[in-house]
């Protein structure tokens, strides 16, 4: 079986004020692909995939920690302004503890909007790709995936994946757990298996169906 990597590329800079540049799908045909999709129908096929999922975007790592960032000066803030009013050495760990109390919410916000903007666009991604399996099994089959490290996926070194968006639990204190994906833009990858056994039968006779629907319902 042949395999095909489509990675998730995150528009933009690196500027720490670039947060939310957008992202998009994005691969060179290769020799592995042909006799199932041209080169023009593999371009048609990643603008069917970007335009479905264009309305949900993603949060990146650069964000996620810019929030940390800011989230941490907020708290010390509070500890300070706490502090100043109450005039007292009773302030500091009373200011500490609401603040650090504080931060740890802002930390879930920002967890809880990740793991539902990765949700949103796990469903968007299964629901277009069930379509395109329909009518191309047993010769292709599309698949989203989550990984760890897309370089350390395709080296090998970590070879752990979050097949169709996979659900993990966070498990907090007392009992109390919270279920998310790998979240990130960074971490998304669309995987494309081309049957070999098909290859020299399909080589002239599969077919594309571009008609496939690609309109995405708003969900964010």
């Known amino acids: 079986m042949k ?7 995150v528009h933009g800079s690196d500027s720490c004020c670039d947060c939310q ?5 994005r691969a060179d045909w290769c020799l592995d692909l042909h006799g199932f999709l041209s080169p023009e129908e593999f371009a048609t096929r990643l603008q ?13 790592q650069k964000t996620k920690k810019l929030l940390y960032y800011l989230g941490s000066i907020g708290a010390f803030l509070l500890s300070t302004i706490i502090y100043v009013i109450m005039q007292s050495a009773g302030g500091v760990p009373i200011g ?10 802002v930390k879930y916000m920002i967890e809880k909007n990740a793991a539902e903007r990765a949700i949103a666009f ?3 991604l299964n629901g277009l790709f069930a379509q395109y399996n329909k009518h191309e099994h047993p010769t292709v089959n599309w698949k989203f995936w989550w990984v760890r ?11 752990k994946a979050y097949g169709n968006g996979h659900m993990n639990n966070l498990r907090l204190s007392f009992g109390l757990s919270v279920k998310f994906a790998a979240l990130f833009a960074d971490n998304a990858l669309i995987i494309l298996e081309i049957n070999d056994a098909l290859s020299d039968l399909t080589k002239h006779t599969v077919g594309v169906n571009l008609n496939i629907s690609s309109q995405p319902s708003h969900i964010l």
Not at 21 to 25: C, D, K, Q
Not at 149 to 159: A, H, M, V
């Open 96 to 105: 500490f503890g609401i603040s650090g109390i504080l931060f740890v919410f």
């Open 48 to 60: 069917q995939i970007n335009a479905h999922v264009q309305s949900v975007e993603l949060m990146t």
């Open 149 to 159: 490290s897309y370089e350390n996926y395709i080296t090998g070194l970590d070879g």
């Open 21 to 25: 540049p957008g992202h998009s799908f």
């Open 3 to 9: 395999t095909v990597l489509i990675p998730l590329f």
């Open 122 to 124: 796990t469903n968007l």
